[in-house]
């Protein structure tokens, strides 16, 4: 039985909502790639795949991670041949370990439910290199000022209303358990950086680095 998308009804329209209000971050996290040196990227979660594309020109080898045909085929449509797509599970993506020096993930996090965001970091933290960073943008725990707490609860709170159901459902869990600061509280192995904030200080861009590797199963040795 093939899993329901998602997205197939937004994917068209989503660069046209999106691109605009996260330029400033996309263009972050090519900075931090291109201070860190990172040669070999991966996107888990890409969507459309306007993060890669803002890469693109940066010599780097691009591989972006969906589960959604109708998202990769928008990214598929807009990218480059260069940037690589697989459209496979960002839980368990079966691509070799320790082999990228950036991965990405990207407003991801707060969609999903509690065992998936946490399988998807683990994978993060399966596929780096451990010389390499896990570059996170997302919701956080708003500062306690008027217009911060005004834009969180009213303002994005609304936007992850439109997204259907289970989407919202997933976010105020995530929200709930203290947003992006509380889930690397929990599952963090590494050293974790704030790199910068964004609308008020509602979403935070975080490095995680210093990945102890992860020994290798017994029945590949």
Not at 24 to 35: A, D, K, Q, V
Not at 94 to 101: E, G, I, N, R, S
Request: proline letters at 5%; hydrophobic letters at 35%; aromatic letters at 8%.
């Amino acid at each position: 039985m093939q899993n329901h998308d998602e997205y197939q009804n937004t994917a068209r329209i989503y660069d046209f909502l999106f691109s605009r209000p996260l330029k400033r971050i996309h263009e972050t996290i090519r900075t931090c790639l291109n201070h860190n040196k990172a040669k070999n990227v991966i996107d888990l979660c890409c969507g459309t795949g306007k993060q890669l594309r803002v890469l693109a020109d940066q010599d780097m080898m691009l591989t972006g991670v969906d589960m959604s045909q109708a998202m990769l085929n928008e990214a598929r449509k807009k990218s480059p041949s260069l940037i690589h797509y697989l459209e496979t599970d960002a839980r368990n993506t079966k691509l070799p370990a320790a082999q990228y020096d950036g991965v990405i993930i990207s407003f991801a996090l707060h969609e999903k439910n509690a065992a998936q965001h946490e399988s998807i970091f683990k994978e993060a933290c399966r596929l780096v290199h451990p010389q390499g960073h896990i570059l996170i943008a997302d919701y956080c725990i708003p500062p306690e000022e008027m217009p911060s707490q005004l834009l969180s609860t009213v303002g994005f709170q609304s936007i992850e209303r439109l997204a259907g159901i289970n989407h919202y459902h997933c976010y105020k869990d995530w929200m709930g358990s203290d947003a992006v600061e509380g889930f690397l509280a929990r599952n963090n192995p590494g050293k974790l950086s704030l790199v910068s904030e964004y609308y008020m200080g509602c979403i935070k861009l975080l490095s995680v680095s210093g990945i102890p590797q992860q020994p290798i199963p017994e029945e590949v040795l």
